[in-house]
């Protein structure tokens, strides 16, 4: 069974539209790290946001927000007024503390000026 | 300072032949990861260091595939007898501790012909 669910494969929005990529996650364990990333048409990923399973406090990060429910197993990712540089894939990821990353299959975002 | 490192960027080989991909991680990290990327997916885990030894190897595929990490800085992960399935970009990661943010190379793109 998949770890870390991300259903939706693409997304196509026009810049200053507010967007929302989905990620449900799967673990019996009580500790566990969430984290996304942000991997640019240059190949290289990059981290955006760590959360632990203790705290479900809401973040928000500029235009970038993340909402995590635990009753939900979800950790969703909203960008606020996109712009033509957040096309990307962007990942989620989870970690049961062991080291190894399960990623989902990432979200393709395509923002159209 | 410095990110994680890896060389070659691009490696094209012949089927049958062996190949190594270099990753040099961020200074004073001691957990040093590989994962493997293909075409649309999200990284795959194949193996991750805590210092010299390999703490897991779950993911490696079979035994073609191996990992060294002598001194506990610089990694190594060597493909023998490529298969053109072996085609995917191959990516490493370090952190500080195991739990904690892994962040990662540019990657190696390895294609197989």
């Known amino acids: 069974a998949q770890k870390v669910t991300q259903a939706q494969t693409e997304i196509s929005v026009v810049e200053k539209e507010d967007v929302t990529l989905d990620c449900v996650y799967e673990?019996?364990?009580?500790?566990?790290?969430l984290f996304w990333y942000k991997q640019p048409p240059s190949g290289e990923l990059v981290f955006l946001i760590r959360?632990?399973?203790?705290?479900?406090q809401n973040e928000i990060s500029g235009r970038y927000s993340w909402n995590f429910q635990k009753s939900t197993s979800s950790f969703n990712f909203t960008i606020t007024a996109s712009q033509v540089v957040d096309s990307a894939v962007y990942f989620c990821?989870?970690?049961?503390?062991?080291?190894?990353?399960?990623f989902g299959s990432g979200t393709k975002l395509n923002v159209k000026p | 300072g410095a990110g994680v490192s890896q060389t070659p960027s691009n490696k094209v080989t012949e089927k049958g032949k062996y190949v190594e991909l270099r990753c040099d991680p961020i200074?004073?990290?001691?957990?040093l990861y590989w994962y493997r990327q293909s075409l649309g997916q999200g990284p795959e885990f194949l193996i991750y260091?805590?210092?010299?030894?390999?703490?897991?190897d779950s993911g490696l595929p079979n035994d073609r595939f191996f990992a060294v990490r002598p001194e506990g800085s610089v990694s190594t992960l060597k493909i023998q007898r490529t298969e053109r399935g072996d085609s995917a970009v191959y990516l490493c990661?370090?952190?500080?501790?195991?739990?904690?943010?892994?962040?990662f190379g540019p990657g190696t793109r390895l294609l197989v012909l």
């Open positions: 990661a370090s952190s500080s501790v195991p739990q904690e943010t892994q962040y």
């Open positions: 673990t019996r364990d009580t500790t566990y790290y």
């Open positions: 959360r632990n399973s203790f705290d479900e």
């Open positions: 990821a989870l970690s049961e503390g062991l080291g190894k990353f399960y």
């Open positions: 200074s004073g990290h001691t957990a």
């Open positions: 260091f805590q210092g010299t030894g390999a703490a897991d």
